[in-house]
């Protein structure tokens, strides 16, 4: 049975009669092809990438499986469509933490029509992609049973300033909530989801390793899918941190040149998130130790005094 997925958090949705991904009970993202070339264009690089042999191994798994096309009753009532048959990057996990990262600092690229070059290039400079080099697209972060998932609006998100980017990604890892402009973030879990030696920043800096290499494929317009499960870390379980390439509908020949506007945006998004885990502010977590992630867990950090209580955990670890 074909269903809306719960957890997307960007992009085109299956809401309201419109077009958009589905999923099923067996861990199965189906994405519609677009009328227009992204539809092709995406399948073919899915094809062109899954059946690559010069690609090692560890890089694939940085990208969704790919399973085919299927032809499906289309969401928005249009009839039968082929869809790109993928592995849903949700499924199995319990309550998600997510986050849609579209890197590069500019979305168009030269092959591109004038008119769609001048939409990116406006999006672009309206958003942080410009200055930073990579934008939030889209977000859930799960708070507690209580407050369930924090969804900003896709209008507010696209407003998010370069302080608007620190602070969620620092919510992204925090165990107070992440609603209320109140909760200071404790970044509780930024030693475990963000670092260690199979965190998201030792994921980010072997994808970047490939990134200076490559040059098959140019990534316009692609996101990182940052992902974590917050529940089965309190459980004391793996945190289940991973990141994942998906969106390549604007996916263009490298002709052996460095991909520089990906690699650009995904080195300073590197230096967003160790700045998280070294930074000299007063959000580091150079003293959040597996003990303090305890404290954190059992503590109401909602509390406008939270700041000196993070302080205290920092001196007493
Ligand atoms: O329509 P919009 O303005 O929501 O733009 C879509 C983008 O949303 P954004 O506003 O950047 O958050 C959307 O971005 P996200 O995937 O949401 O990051 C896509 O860029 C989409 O284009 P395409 O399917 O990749 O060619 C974009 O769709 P098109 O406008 O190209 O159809
Ligand atoms: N393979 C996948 N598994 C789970 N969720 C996915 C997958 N691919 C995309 N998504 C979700 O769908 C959103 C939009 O995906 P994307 O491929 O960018 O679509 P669009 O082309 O409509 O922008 C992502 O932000 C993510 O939440």
């Known amino acids: 049975m074909l269903k809306v997925p719960d957890h997307q958090v960007a992009g085109h949705t299956a809401r309201h009669g419109k077009l958009g991904p589905l999923i099923d009970d067996s861990g199965r993202f189906y994405k519609p092809l677009q009328d227009d070339e992204r539809g ?18 560890h890089i694939h798994g940085f990208f969704p499986v790919f399973y085919g096309t299927q032809l499906l009753e289309a969401s928005d009532g249009s ?30 690229y030269p092959q591109a029509s004038e008119d769609y070059v001048q939409r990116c290039m406006k999006k672009d400079k309206e958003t942080t992609s410009l200055l930073l080099g990579f934008r939030i697209s889209g977000l859930q972060i799960y708070g507690n049973s209580e407050s369930g998932f924090w969804k900003p609006e896709k209008k507010h998100v696209q407003e998010f300033t370069l302080e608007d980017v620190r602070l969620v990604l620092r919510k992204f890892v925090s165990s107070n909530s992440p609603i209320g402009s109140n909760s200071f973030p404790d970044c ?54 991973e990141i994942k390439l998906i969106d390549f509908a604007h996916v263009v020949e490298g002709r052996g040149v460095i991909d520089h506007n990906f690699l650009g945006g995904l080195c300073s998004f590197i230096k967003f998130v160790s700045e998280i885990l070294t930074g000299p502010d007063e959000y580091s977590t150079e003293a959040c130790s597996p003990d303090s992630e305890k404290k954190c867990i059992s503590t109401d950090n909602e509390h406008p005094d939270h700041k000196s209580e993070f302080s205290d955990i920092l001196s007493t670890n």
Not at 41 to 57: G, R, V
Not at 220 to 237: D, H, I, P, Q, R
């Open 40 to 57: 092709s264009k995406e399948l073919a690089f899915y094809s062109s990438f899954s059946s690559n042999t010069s690609i090692p191994d």
């Open 79 to 108: 009839g039968l469509r082929p869809h790109l048959v993928l592995q849903d990057l949700a499924s199995d996990r319990l309550n998600p933490s997510i986050i849609d990262i579209k890197i590069g600092s500019r979305t168009w």
């Open 188 to 241: 509780c879990f930024a030693p475990s989801v963000y670092g260690g030696s199979a965190g998201i920043l030792a994921q980010l800096l072997e994808l970047k390793a490939w990134f200076e290499d490559q040059t098959i494929y140019h990534f316009n317009s692609c996101s990182v899918l940052m992902v974590y499960e917050k529940e089965s870390m309190m459980k004391g379980k793996s945190s289940g941190a």
